[in-house]
């Protein structure tokens, strides 16, 4: 036994496992012992054992399997997990232990299986049972029966499912094993007893003897209906119940009344198998039944008939066997045959139930029309075919058929069709027969039974007999107000006979619900003091709140009368049907009345009333109103009273104040009294008769009002309007429209009837008085807030003017909500509000459209057009269809009678032709706005296939499809949509296009039901599979559809569907509907009565509680804000809030505190949670061509954490006008939201890509204004899109581009310009670049000009993702098809030639031959354009330059289409030149040369090139000085018709710009003149703006020809060069002061400008002229002007491009760079008050470029170590300013991380902290001295003590001087350091110093140079010191001008009068240029053209300009003049001297 001793020790779980079966024996019965001890279900022991149950049962030793099934048992009854097992060992004990021969094994094995059935798991046990009877084994198949029979005696047909045992028993019957069909009875027995006679069809076909077996044992069974024996655990309650009635004597009957319900009806239907019989037709079927002879198609419909015997059919296309039976039964002569046919359809009808509805509505009018067939098997055929077909639909369907045979003159089809009604009624409930489908009924039913044909009379006393039956007298008595008393009586007798088929209950609910039955008369109220007692209540809030307490939840309590009104149910329906609060009367004789009146009046009075004197009249006026008002109710004869005041001489009374009485006291009467429409017609002619009198019409409006109150409004209105229009009176027709606009607003608008006043208002339209016509239009507002958009339907054919009136009208009131009522609510707040009611309000709107006049195009559907729709040519098939289109345009409304064209329609649905699909669909949308709500009949047949349409492969076929579903279901509701297998069908077909869209639709349009149709559980499985479809947007919609599947059937439907899944599927699903129950949203409430009406939006009369009883509505009203689309929809309005306390009496206060908060809510890291989601694919990307549902869903769902709920509201709203609204909330708010706005930002832009998809224009544009006004805010406030935001949002605003329409064009070009101040332009370029791709012509060709405007703004570089892929793309559109394409393609490459110069060619590549020669040509022949193309441009621009803002104001158009003929061929010229020479030295290397003019060299007029010489050669040509004579030049007169010549400004100035760059120098002297002129006028100078650039262009072209080929001739007169010079300089300095103008100056430009004035500076040849020095003086004031005034981004940004060239330019002189840095430290200075208006990103860009061509390595290796000091102090200051957001402008620059830029500007940022105190030092000094260490040495710091005073304008002599003697003491110091760091002018000017002082000491001569000189320490070609300012302000400083101040002003003035000037000996260059002083600016501006012919104007700007420059540091260059006096004279002299020049010039 050592063994033994061994498995003993195990634990309990091992040794059932082990290997020796007596340890699993052992194991067994101590784990049953273990699992009887464990108390708790759940505890964790049970985990253990979950993998071992199937091993306990599939033992394979039969001893100890009998154990394991024991302890196997015990486990599952008591472990809380076993659940998990069922499968597995279910399957085991059916293969493993069923199949025993012990019957104690097979016992427990059963027991097992019916433990899991109570312990839940009945499905998966069933399935396992199921599967056993496929077993070979019969024992295992009689076993699995036996189990079943078991488990359904036991716990009935509730939770054992018998479909699918049904299913396999006649398969078990045939089994050839005895016992299996002997227990295959014993289970059809049992199933007998639950079922009873649904068992019989499915098993009719099993053996006959069988059968009669079975029959025989079925009538054994006892007739109690079976209960259930055995519980499940979610039963226990059930379980006690049934224990106790045991436990009482058992009499099973005890509890009969509610075990009935417990047991399901089970359908016969459901239990079968469906089976198709549409292939089994015979072959020949459709020829047939078209055969002549009778016999053929008998045949034909026998085989039909014998098919249709099937109870259960498969569905499918029955159409054509329908349309062909239908034939049959219209046309065919042979009776027998229609009987026949009638059979076949009676079987269709009952095979295929619900589904056959589709088809429903082309049979009946057929069989009711064939009714007048008289042989009785007809009828009865007929009659069972409709009855079998009514079922299969509702009478809601068939309603409009039925009615239209209701007037047939045939008595028998009268009759049949009454009948028919009978019998469809009583397969009614009340709520399926509700008042909208009674009243037409009942309407032709009254017609019937006052018929001649006594047998029509009958049926339909038997039909209305079976209404009133079904619907209660409540329902039915309003329609039958006028029947007389014996056929009232009739009727009810037929209602007490009438078997209603859903047992009496029905009837008896309806009666409970009355409270009392009514007769005929208790319709009057027994007495007035009920009347009295219904106002009491009201009045009173105490008893109401008793009488409404159960009211607002739904109908009283049945059996309880809820107050006297509440008995008298029809309420304030305002129906003509008589009423509680009616009161008749009889009409009383004039005798009678006065006998009441004297009995109530004082007998004066009555003798008074026809007094001649109207004082005596207005005294008894005043008796009777007392009297009155002192009346009871009770006791006041109303009628009497208002027939005496109606007496002569009544309403024609002459004295308005008795009149005004009268009409008091008839309001009086009406308020007091009990007054009845008997009365109310006594008085109300002469009441419209006075509502036009200025005096009285008040007091008659009152009385109307009064009189509307207690006789219904509806009522009053008809009879007032009626009376009014039967008048002629204007002014009483428009005040009595007017009473009822007010009217309508204060009592609502229930029950109105709308035709009538329609009919009325038409006739006031027409009006030719214009205050009616007013009145009309006011009143019809005051309707559409009630009734909706449908009321203008009616006005569709007045004059357009008029309807324009009416469109504003309703306008007005859109958005507005209909007011809630305030009258009539007294009367009726009592009564208990029924479904009826609620439903006739929510009928308004479609009470409206029942009214239009509808066409029947019918007979317009002609065989011929619908033969030609289904022709096999497609063109014919289009023809057809466009009738059809015209038929129903021109019809409008038509009736539901379209013949055929359904079945036509459907064949199209799918037609190979795509665009005959979408003519189709549009067909049906069109069908469905012009039917109206009768479109309902044909939804099965034609909207469904609609629904198969959603699975087309084109989007735009889907967009339609889906379009058209909603008009339908806009007009059907959803319930015929839900009803039936059909829209499961659909989803049950796996095409992804199909389910995303069906299951997109369905989340749309469910949330709004408020229930569904049950067929909607048949759609639930292919949901679930749709969770698991591999398409993710599938999977998507599925989940976004769950909560609102489950919102309508619960969880637990849902959670039971999922039994069927496989295991994995099953928790997958399982764990999404957990997530959906959390989201589950609320039913829209079935509204409380308070709301039905808000929401429907004519509040009723009932409950909207005037707030003196607000307080006491319970908990259940609703506090609702109506809005009538909404209402429409089904649902609650958005505002509703279910859990209102109090109903707020003001809701439009509430509304107005909403608004006053933030609209955007700003969530912390929102936006990158957002981000994060759309990267991870958790939500959809924003990527679409056209925006479905879904996205707008998610956008939805997305705002609505962060913005205003109102405002969301207003966003998503149907209608445009309220984007609008939204739109300009979000202007409003733009500016005091900007966080908010930012935080929502990429939701904000994604919302206006929507709108870019509307198709309203006024949206859009309000879009494009917001969206500016957006970008500029963002550029404020330095934001920088992201990525995410730009890719949603601008692929959208490009497609705008190309829109038709010139204004939104130039709006959304307007916005590009924008974005790239805020998205890198580099990055905006491939969106564009995608948008050149458009089908749209207008967009490529917008798309390619903003290309060319991109790259002539930013250069090369933002040419993505290379220059040579763009430009190719780009040259791929010069042969576009489209003429503008082609244009756009060329001027944008042409626009790239002038920035690129000839590497176009190259970047292209190969062309065609022809686009290749189209491009030359193009760029040739630009410059030949008539003078009328630069105009246009100037039209085009201001729009352009308004938009720009500081950092882009380069001209978008190219400079080179801008220029004047002239200019453009020397320009050109130039370029094809260089081309041909090969590339000139500068354009050869190989850095891309981002601002590029390469105008390098120019010809002169006569096109030859004199020299070419490289840049910065020094000549050398003492020899010019030397006195020539030449021989003086004529100055040729420019034509003194100038202006006539050129009529307009822009051609004018082009014609003279292009003379400034003439070769002749005169020519261009006047040019330069004529501009000056131009440009002093403040007026005119705007005239220059747009041709900066071109101006510039010709100044620097004429500065180089000077350059290159005046300065070398030697015949020219060096003088005329300097009067050149100095206009040039003059007219520059003039344009730099005009800050708007020089902003205009585009970077390529700049740097040319700049380029040539630095190379002027360093000709030596003009430092030889004799007034050279001046003229570089000038030069330096001009540089410093350019500095300061250009655009900051383009200067620097062209200065980094420069000084690039030149360190790369090997013929470039070193000078050339420094002075270029020396302006970049100019400009550095500037940078803190500049740096707000620069364009970081793009200077950064340039910066990365240069340090790209120049690495710091490369750097280092130049000779001079400036420009990498240049660089690290711009980068050094900008990092100081910015800090660390300098990082986020590096967004131009491609791979950054790659950049030197980036690193350098990071380790910046890291030592900014330690350097910040040195680096201001440094800076302000204008060097950058960052990285060198402060100071090595003591000798060091002195040296730096000086030359710190030296470069201090008040030390500077003593630092001099302590220089001196520090060199002198310490002979070997070095000073070089010292020096080599400053500039070259620095050094000189410290040498010079030194010298002068040895001079000085040692005697040697008197100083040389002028004191005046300020020296600086970092010189720059700025000509003062940063520090100070020029000493020859005096005023400011307080200092005298020095003599050489003056000296050098006479000095110029003599050289102008021609006098001569001793010579002097000149300074050095250097010293010159760093000679700062103001009489500079003032010498050289006057002779540069007298510049100062305006110094008055300017005298207090430059004293501005001069306080700028203490505040800023700024050098104090050109200010303000020496002091005021000399300045004043000087002017004067000045202007003399011009005057002299000018004339001497003429």
């Known amino acids: 036994m050592g063994d033994d001793s061994e498995w003993m020790k195990l634990p309990i779980d091992q040794k059932c496992e082990h290997k020796l079966w007596k340890a699993r024996l052992n194991g067994y019965e101590e784990a049953l012992k273990l699992f009887q001890k464990i108390d708790d279900e759940k505890s964790p022991e049970w985990s253990k054992y979950l993998g071992l149950i199937k091993k306990f049962v599939t033992d394979s030793n039969a001893v100890a399997q009998l154990k394991g099934l024991e302890a196997a048992l015990a486990y599952v009854e008591n472990a809380h997990v076993a659940g998990k097992t069922t499968g597995e060992v279910a399957s085991g004990v059916v293969n493993k232990v069923f199949n025993q021969p012990k019957a104690r094994a097979k016992e427990l094995g059963e027991d097992i299986c019916l ?225 026949l046919a009638a059979k076949c359809l009676a079987g269709l009808a009952t095979g295929l139930r619900k589904k056959f509805g589709q088809y429903a509505g082309h049979v009946v009018p057929t069989i009711l029309e064939k009714f007048k067939e008289k042989k009785p098997q007809v009828v009865q055929a007929l009659q069972e075919a409709i009855d079998a077909i009514f079922l299969t639909t509702t009478l809601q369907n068939i309603s409009e058929d039925i009615l239209a045979v209701m007037d047939n003159k045939n008595p028998t089809i009268k009759q049949q069709t009454s009948l028919f009604i009978a019998r469809s009624f009583r397969h009614c409930t009340p709520s399926t027969l509700p008042k909208s489908l009674l009243k037409p009924f009942c309407a032709a039913l009254l017609k019937h039974i006052n018929d001649s044909a006594p047998e029509v009379r009958d049926a339909g006393f038997e039909a209305l007999g079976t209404a009133l039956k079904v619907a209660g007298e409540k329902a039915v008595n309003p329609f039958l107000a006028d029947v007389d008393k014996l056929k009232l009586d009739r009727i009810k007798e037929c209602a007490e006979k009438v078997e209603l088929v859903y047992g009496k209950k029905a009837g008896g609910a309806a009666e409970k619900k009355e409270g009392k039955p009514i007769t005929g008369k208790t319709t009057a109220l027994p007495g007035p003091a009920g009347d009295k007692e219904t106002k009491d209540a009201a009045t009173k809030p105490g008893p109401l709140k008793k ?96 027939r005496m005041l109606a007496k002569k001489p009544g309403w024609k009374e002459t004295n308005f104040q008795v009149m005004q009485m009268k009409l008091h006291i008839v309001a009086l009467i009406a308020q007091k009294g009990n007054f009845s429409k008997t009365s109310a017609q006594v008085v109300l002619d002469g009441l419209v008769d006075k509502v036009g009198d200025v ?67 038409k006739t006031a339209l027409a009006a030719t008085n214009p205050a009616v016509r007013t009145s009309a239009i006011t009143l019809l507002g005051v309707m559409y807030l009630y009734v909706g958009p449908s009321l203008r339907m009616f006005f569709e054919d007045e004059k357009p ?73 497609w063109k014919i098939r289009k023809e057809g269809l466009d009738e059809v289109t015209s038929i129903i345009n021109e019809a409008k409304f038509i009736q539901p009678n379209i013949g055929e064209l359904p079945a036509a329609l459907k064949g199209r649905l799918n037609d190979s032709n795509k665009i005959l699909v979408q003519q189709t669909l549009s067909i049906l949308q069109q069908l469905a706005t012009a039917m109206g709500p009768n479109i309902k009949q044909y939804v099965k047949n034609l909207g469904i296939p609609v629904i198969t349409v959603l699975g087309d492969s084109k989007n735009n076929v889907r967009a339609a499809a889906l379009a058209t579903v909603n008009a339908w279901a806009e007009q059907t509701g959803m319930k015929e949509w839900l009803e039936g297998e059909d829209l499961s069908e659909e989803l049950k077909k796996e095409n992804p296009f199909l389910r995303q869209e069906l299951l997109g639709w369905l989340a749309e349009k469910l949330p709004a039901l408020r229930s569904v149709p049950s067929d909607l559980l048949l759609c639930v499985p292919h949901l679930y599979s749709c969770l698991e479809d591999r398409n993710g947007d599938v999977r998507k919609k599925a989940q976004d559809a769950l909560p609102f599947f489950m919102m309508h059937l619960g969880f637990e439907k849902m959670a039971k569907a999922t039994g069927k899944l496989k295991p994995t599927s099953k928790d997958q699903v399982l764990a999404m509907l957990e997530k959906a129950k959390a989201n589950m949203p609320a039913k829209p409430a079935l509204p409380a009565k308070a709301s039905s009406k808000g929401v429907g939006g004519a509040a009723p009369a009932k409950f909207q509680p005037a707030s003196a009883f607000a307080d006491d509505l319970g908990s259940n009203t609703m506090e609702s804000k109506p809005d009538l689309k909404k209402a429409k929809a089904g649902g609650l309005s958005s505002k509703t809030k279910v859990q209102g306390k109090k109903v707020l009496s003001k809701p439009s206060l509430k509304e107005d505190d909403d608004k006053s908060g933030p609209i955007f809510i700003i969530v912390p890291n929102g936006k990158e949670q957002r981000m994060r989601e759309e990267k991870a694919l958790k939500v959809l990307k924003w990527n679409f061509t056209t925006p479905r549902d879904e996205y707008i869903e998610q956008l939805k769902t997305q705002m609505s954490t962060c913005v205003a709920k109102w405002l969301q509201d207003e966003m998503f709203h149907a209608d445009f006008q309220h984007h609008n609204k939204a739109l300009s909330v979000m202007i409003e708010h733009l500016e005091s939201e900007k966080d908010g706005v930012i935080s929502c930002l990429d939701l904000i832009l994604k919302w206006l890509t929507l709108r870019f998809f509307d198709t309203n224009t006024s949206v859009l544009m309000k879009t494009l204004e917001y969206l500016k006004l957006l970008f500029n805010l963002l550029n404020q406030e330095d934001y920088h899109l992201t990525e995410n935001e730009a890719s949603s949002f601008i692929p959208y605003l490009i497609l705008k581009v190309g829109e038709p329409k010139d204004v939104i064009r130039k709006d959304v070009r307007a916005i590009l310009n924008r974005m790239c101040h805020i998205y890198p332009a580099s990055k905006m370029f491939p969106f564009i670049m995608e948008g050149t791709k458009s089908k749209n012509s207008k967009q490529r060709a917008e798309c390619l000009e903003e290309l060319g405007c991109l790259v002539e703004l ?142 390098d060299e120019i010809e002169n007029d006569n096109g030859t090139v004199r020299c070419e010489m490289p840049a910065l050669v020094q000549h050398k040509l003492d020899d010019i000085f030397e006195p020539v004579l030449i021989p003086e030049p004529k100055i040729r007169a420019v034509s003194p018709h100038f202006d006539d010549m050129h009529s307009n400004t822009a051609s004018t100035i082009n014609f003279v710009i292009s003379q400034v760059a003439s070769g002749d120098i005169n020519t261009s002297i006047q040019a330069l003149t004529q501009i000056d002129e131009v440009l002093k006028q403040e007026d005119k100078a705007e005239a220059m703006s747009g041709h900066i650039d071109q101006f510039l262009i010709a100044t620097f072209m004429q500065l180089r020809l000077i350059y290159n080929t005046h300065m070398a001739d030697e015949k020219l007169d060096k003088d005329e060069i300097v009067r050149l010079y100095s206009c040039i300089i003059g007219s520059m300095i003039t344009l730099f002061q005009i800050e708007s103008l020089a902003r205009e100056a585009s970077t390529g430009v700049l740097k040319d400008l700049m380029h040539g004035l630095i190379t002027l500076m360093l000709d030596s040849r003009v430092e030889d002229l004799e007034e050279g020095e001046q003229v570089i003086r000038s030069v330096n004031l001009l540089v410093v002007k350019v500095l300061e005034k250009s655009d900051q981004t383009n200067i620097l940004s062209a200065l980094l491009v420069l000084l690039q060239d030149s360190l790369l330019a090997t013929a470039s002189s070193p000078k050339f760079s420094e002075l270029v840095m020396k302006c970049l430290w100019r400009m550095v200075r500037l940078l803190p008050e500049t740096i707000n208006s620069i364009n970081l990103d793009r200077i950064l860009l340039d910066i990365h470029i240069f340090m790209k061509v120049f690495p710091k390595e490369k750097l280092k290796q130049c000779k001079s170590e400036f420009p990498i000091r240049t660089l690290k102090t711009l980068l050094h200051t900008l990092c100081k300013l910015k800090g660390p957001k300098i990082l986020d402008h590096l967004t131009m620059i491609d791979n950054k991380n790659e950049s030197e830029l980036e690193a350098h500007l990071c380790r910046l940022m890291k030592h900014a902290m330690e350097q910040t105190g040195k680096a201001d030092k440094d800076t302000e000094k204008g060097a950058s001295r960052i990285e060198e260490k402060a100071s090595k040495a003591k000798v060091n710091d002195i040296l730096a003590e000086i030359f710190k005073k030296i470069g201090s304008k008040e030390n500077t002599k003593e630092g001099l001087a302590e220089l001196y003697e520090y060199k002198k003491k310490y002979s070997d110091a070095d000073i070089e350091p010292f020096l080599k760091n400053s500039s070259q002018f620095f050094q000189s000017y410290v040498e010079r110093g030194l010298r002068l002082i040895e001079t000085e000491r040692e005697g040697k001569g008197r100083i040389a140079t002028s004191t005046g000189i300020s020296p600086q320490m970092e010189g720059t070609c700025v000509p003062a010191s940063t520090h100070t300012v020029s000493s020859s302000i005096g005023n400011t400083n307080g200092e005298e001008v020095g003599p050489s101040v003056y000296l050098e002003r006479l000095k110029i003035l003599r050289q102008r009068c021609g006098l001569d000037n001793a010579k002097e000996d000149r300074p050095p260059l250097t010293s010159l240029l760093s000679k700062p002083t103001l009489p500079t600016v003032a010498s050289s501006t006057d002779m540069l053209h007298s510049k100062l012919s305006q110094l008055r104007e300017s005298r207090e700007q430059y004293q501005h300009l001069d306080l700028d420059s203490n505040q800023t540091h700024s050098s104090g260059i050109g200010t303000t003049l020496a002091s005021p006096s000399s300045a004043a004279a000087n002017i004067d002299d000045l202007k003399k001297r011009l005057e002299r020049i000018k004339s001497s010039r003429k």
């Open 801 to 873: 003017a008029l309807l324009s009136q009416i469109d504003a009208e309703f306008e007005k009131m859109q958005g507005q909500t209909a007011p809630a009522p305030t009258r009539g609510i007294s009367r009726h707040s009592v009564g208990g509000g029924d479904d009826g009611e609620e439903e006739e309000q929510e009928e308004v709107g479609n009470d409206v459209v029942d009214l239009l006049p509808r066409t029947d195009i019918g007979d317009k559907i002609t065989a011929e057009l619908v033969s030609k729709i289904g022709d096999k040519n």
């Open 695 to 761: 005096k009285c019409g008040t007091n008659a409006k009152e009385a109307m009002t009064a009189i509307a109150e207690a006789c219904q409004l509806p009522w009053t209105a008809e009879q007032v309007v009626a009376t009014a229009f039967s008048q002629k009176n204007p002014k009483n027709q428009s005040e009595t429209l007017n009473w009822l606009s007010n009217a309508i607003k204060e009592f609502g608008f229930s029950g109105l009837n709308v035709k009538a006043f329609i009919s009325n208002v």
């Open 115 to 339: 433990m899991y059935i109570e312990i839940e798991k009945g499905e998966a046990v069933q399935e396992e049972l199921l599967k056993g009877l496929d077993n070979k084994n019969p024992k295992i198949i009689v076993a699995c029966i036996e189990t079943l029979r078991k488990a359904l005696s036991e716990f009935g047909s509730k939770i054992i499912s018998l479909k699918p045992i049904i299913k396999v028993l006649p398969k078990l019957f045939e089994s050839r094993e005895k016992a299996v069909r002997d227990e295959a009875k014993l289970l059809a027995v049992e199933i007998y007893r639950w079922i009873r006679d649904a068992l019989r069809p499915p098993l009719q076909n099993i053996n006959s003897v069988q059968l009669k077996e079975l029959e025989e044992e079925w009538i054994k069974v006892s007739s109690a209906a079976p209960k259930q024996t055995r519980f499940l655990r979610s039963q226990q309650e059930l379980k006690a119940k049934f224990e106790q009635q045991q436990g009482l004597g058992g009499d099973a009957d005890g509890g009969d009344d509610d075990e009935e319900e417990a047991v399901p009806q089970v359908d016969a239907y459901e239990l079968l198998e469906a089976v198709e019989i549409l292939s089994k037709l015979p072959k020949d079927f459709y020829e047939k039944i078209e055969a002549k002879k009778w016999q053929e198609r008998k045949e034909a419909l026998e085989a039909v008939e014998l098919l249709v015997k099937n109870p259960k059919l498969e569905s499918g296309d029955y159409a054509d066997l329908v349309k062909a039976l239908k034939k049959v039964v219209g046309k065919d002569t042979n009776v027998m045959l229609v009987a």
């Open 547 to 642: 009488a409404t307490a159960a009211k607002p939840g739904g109908p009283p309590k049945k059996g309880k009368p809820a107050t006297a009104a509440g008995t008298a149910g029809a309420g304030p329906k305002g129906k003509k049907g008589p009423e509680t609060k009616e009161i008749f009367e009889s009409e009383l004789s004039i005798e009678v009345c006065e006998e009441k009146a004297a009995a109530v009046l004082p007998a004066s009075c009555i003798q008074q009333l026809d007094s001649g004197n109207w004082k005596e009249r207005l005294a008894c006026m005043e008796e009777f109103q007392k009297a009155v008002e002192l009346m009871e109710r009770s006791e006041m004869p109303c009628q009497a009273l208002v």
């Open 1354 to 1495: 930013y250069g090369m570089n933002v040419c993505q993702p290379t220059p040579g892929k763009a430009l190719k793309e780009m040259a791929t559109h010069i042969g576009d098809r489209d003429n503008t394409v082609r244009n756009a393609a060329l001027n944008t490459i042409v626009t790239v030639y002038n920035v690129h110069g000839d590497q176009v060619f190259k970047l292209i590549g190969n062309l065609s031959e022809k686009d290749m020669s189209m491009l030359e040509e193009r760029i040739k022949r630009s410059a030949k354009r008539p003078s009328s193309a630069p105009v246009r441009q100037a039209e085009e621009k201001p729009q352009r330059t308004q938009n720009m803002s500081a950092n882009a104001s380069m001209m978008r158009k190219g400079q080179a289409e801008d220029m004047s003929s002239k200019l453009k061929i020397m320009y050109r010229t130039y370029r094809i030149q260089n081309r041909n020479m090969g590339s000139h030295p500068e354009t050869t290397h190989t850095v891309p040369r981002e601002f590029q003019l390469d105008l």
